[in-house]
């Protein structure tokens, strides 16, 4: 005999919801982060933060991962990704995608704060944000050395070639 299937949602639903105000800050200079989701209810498949960058913020050197796609959404303002040697001007509404070995960099050139959604498949690089505030916080400049010492610890390394 076969079993009638309900639609009753389980007992116990992994469903995550943060708020607005919800969610761990990540301060990284003039960008502030907001993880979204960090992994842990996804099965470590995706993690989603939600960064404001300041007006006139350069972002990490270009640099390529070997293990995760990398997703931008532009909320509002303006961010200029530079991929490889091809600069792209993305504004609200737009979607970049980065996959693995793709080399990138971002940057808000205006006088305006970018604020973006960024999505990590699978979750290895928020770890990444948190050492790199821990550098911060314990009063060493962010360099960009400090930056790729922090990177290499989540399959990420430098695109010297392009530098």
């Known amino acids: 005999m076969i079993e009638a299937k309900t639609n009753e949602p389980p007992a116990d639903p992994a469903v995550s919801v943060v ?8 301060l990284l200079g003039t ?18 933060t939600e960064s404001v960058l300041a007006p006139h913020t350069q972002g990490p050197p270009q640099h390529r991962h070997a293990l995760h796609d990398e997703g931008f959404y532009i909320i509002s303002g303006a961010v200029r990704f530079t991929v490889g040697d091809e600069d792209y ?21 205006t006088r305006q704060p970018a ?11 928020v770890q ?4 790199l505030q821990h550098v911060i916080a314990d009063g060493r400049p962010p360099t960009p050395q400090a930056t ?16």
């Open 19 to 26: 708020g607005p105000g919800d969610g761990e800050t990540i």
């Open 31 to 48: 960008t502030r982060m907001r993880v979204l989701e960090d992994g842990s209810h996804t099965g470590h498949r995706l993690a989603i």
């Open 89 to 109: 001007d993305a504004t609200a509404g737009t979607l970049v995608m980065i996959p693995p070995g793709t080399p990138h960099t971002f940057a808000n050139l």
């Open 115 to 125: 604020v973006m959604l960024s999505t990590f498949t699978p979750d290895l690089y």
């Open 128 to 131: 990444y944000f948190r050492d």
């Open 148 to 163: 790729i010492d922090a990177m290499s610890r989540y399959a990420t390394e430098p695109a010297t070639d392009l530098a």
